[in-house]
C-alpha cells in the first residue's frame, strides 16, 4: 500500500498531448478514523499532473488503495510515468507507454498489474517483447527475430478484393516459400478458393512446374511474355510432355493460329522442320546506297540497286549466318561486298563459262547486269563464307 504523508501527493507526467484519465482510491486516517475519499483528474496536455493530493493536517496520512490509469484516445499512444513526490524530490513508482484504448491499475495486493489491452484495436508504431528472444504472439501467430510463424496449422486470408502480394524490397535477397522441416513436403501446391489446385511446383534439385490439366499461360497486359534463363551457363527448354507422341512445337495467335510449327523427324528427335518460318533482316531489304549489315540482318534477301557506286559491309563470318543479294536493275555502276578480310570461298556460274572461283576479300556486282543476276553467302566459320551465285550474262562479277 502506497502511504502519504502530509507532504506527498501522487502526481502522473504525461509524454504528449493525449487524453488520460485517471481515477485514485484512497483513505485518510486520523488517529483510528479512516475515512474513504476519490480523486478524479482528466489530463488533456503534455504535463506533470497531481492524481492524488497530499492529505490534510500534521497528524493524518492518506492511505492510497487503488488508482487506474486509461489513455482514452482514440488513436495515439502516450508514455505515463508515475511519480511519488515529497515536496522537493520526485520517485518513479512506474512507467508505461499505453496504446489508445489501454489502461494500468494500481492495487495493494498486486501493485502495478499489466496493461489492459483489451480493446477493439491497437493503433501503435512498436510492439516490442517483454522477455529477450522470446517474440511477439498475436492469436497463435508469433512474431520473431524478422519472421513470421504461425503455432499451429494455418492459412494467409486476402479478405477484400485486390491482390495478396508476398514482396521483399530488399535490393539484394530473395524470396522464398519454404515447405517446412518435414523434407517429405516436397509439393507447393497454388490452389483456388475451393480447394483445388490450380497450380503445382514439385523439385529435387532440378524444378518442375506442372498443373493437373491442360493450361494456358497468360500475359494479360501490354508488353512482352518472356521466358528468360539469367545464368551464365544452360539452356531455357520448352518439353512438350510426358507423352512421346507430342512431338510438335507451336508457337499461335490469339486466334489459335498456328504462326509457327516445330516439328522433330520422330519422336526421339533428328532433323527439325519449322513450318512457316521466314527469316527476315532487321534492316530493309531494299539496298540503294552503302551499307553495313550485322548477324541480326542474317536470312535476309536484299534486292541491290545498281543507280550508284557504293559498298555493301558483311559482318564476321559465323556458322549458319545467310545473306542473299539479287541485282535490281542493270545501272551503269559497281556495288562492292565484303567484310574487309580475305574470307570469301567458292564458284559462281556465269552464263556460257565454267564456274569461276570466288576467293578473296572483295566481291563486285559490276555494271549492267541483268535483273536476276545473284549472289548467296553462308557463314562457315569465323574466317570463311561460302559464297555462290549466278548471272544471266557473262563477266558479272569479279573479286578481289
Known sequence: ???LNSTDVIRVVTGSAVTVDVVAF???VVTDARTPLRQLTAI???ATTTVVAAPSGQTSKREVSGIVIRNTHASSSNLVTVQLYDGSTAYQLHSKTLVAGASVTYTPDNGWGPVDLTIGAISTDTITESTAGAGVTVDGLLIKDAGIVSTAASGWTHSTAGNLVFDNQLVTGATYFTLGTDTSATEFAVRNNSETRMFLLTGDGALTISTTAA???THATAGDLTFDNTFATGSTIFVCGTDTTATDFQVQNDSAVAILTVTPESAS????SAQGLVAKSVTAAAI???RTLTAADSGGVFSVAKTSAYAITL???AQGITFKFMALD???FAVTISDGSAHLFGQIQEAGTTPIAMTGTTLSMVATQAVGDWLFFQGIDATHYLVTGSSITASKFTIA
Open 330 to 332: 542493270t545501272g551503269a
Open 215 to 217: 493450361s494456358t499461360w
Open 26 to 28: 484512497f483513505h485518510d
Open 288 to 290: 540503294t546506297t552503302t
Open 269 to 272: 528427335g533428328g532433323t527439325v
Open 1 to 3: 500500500m502506497i502511504v
Open 315 to 317: 559482318p564476321t563470318p
Open 44 to 46: 488533456t496536455t503534455a
